[in-house]
């Protein structure tokens, strides 16, 4: 057997205590902005901003085109010149035909109102170009370029257009005018005729013609073609009985 040593406990040594060092007391200045930092009033609490209003698309401004549709109750465009026309609002009928598709622009009708507009607000030049640029199968069609002729210093021309101003319907424009215009005009183109050639033949063609207008409008004598054969067959018979002198 192994020998049996006494076993000897180490003594063990009493735990002394670790001195912890002393918490330096705050300086006064330091105590005194500590303080002052707890007496501060919070501050409040950020309003919540309003939520973006939604973006509002709005609808595009309708074109003066429907706009007159809309006023005379009609889809068609061209409708909606003829009755602007029918007002007498010609500038309105200028600025329509400026809106009109070209497909629609191009059709007869339109450019008839175009062209009566156009030589009614006396833009003589455009009325002329358009007269030009394209021929119309129509009395009224010719009726304006038979006045755009006198206007132009050419009766004779005027004379022979009127012939087919009254032979060819009016589409756009009713037959009583057209007859009533023609009247005027031819009495002027003769007028024109006899001061260029005075004769016994032109002085009596011209006052025949005068007599032609007096006798259409006698019932409305305050008309001013009414007005102008009066004074037309005065003139034109001073001036013969003149020139005979």
Known sequence: SL???????????????IKQPATPAPAPKALAAAR??????????????????PTVISEPSPSYLEVIKAKH??????????????????????RLFGELPPEVAGENNALLLRLRALYTLGKRTEADDA??????????????????????????????????????????????TVHRDYLF???????RVFDQAPSDDTRKNALDAWFEVKNYLRKIPDHSYFKKAVVEMQRIGDAYVHGKG
């Open 3 to 17: 020998p049996q040593y006494p076993i000897t406990r180490a003594a063990v040594k009493p735990e002394v205590a």
């Open 36 to 53: 002052a930092v707890k007496r501060m009033p919070k501050k409040p609490a950020a309003a919540a901003q309003p939520a973006p209003a």
């Open 73 to 94: 109750g009609t889809g068609d465009p061209v409708e909606a010149l003829a009755k602007e026309a029918e007002l007498g609002r010609f500038e309105s009928v200028l």
């Open 131 to 176: 007269v030009k640029q394209r021929t119309i199968d129509d009395g009224e069609y010719y009726l304006i370029k038979a006045k755009l002729s006198y206007a132009a210093g050419d009766a004779g021309q005027a004379l022979k257009t009127l012939e087919k101003s009254v032979t060819i319907r009016a589409r756009m424009l009713d037959a009583e």
């Open 185 to 191: 005009y031819r009495a002027l183109c003769l007028g």
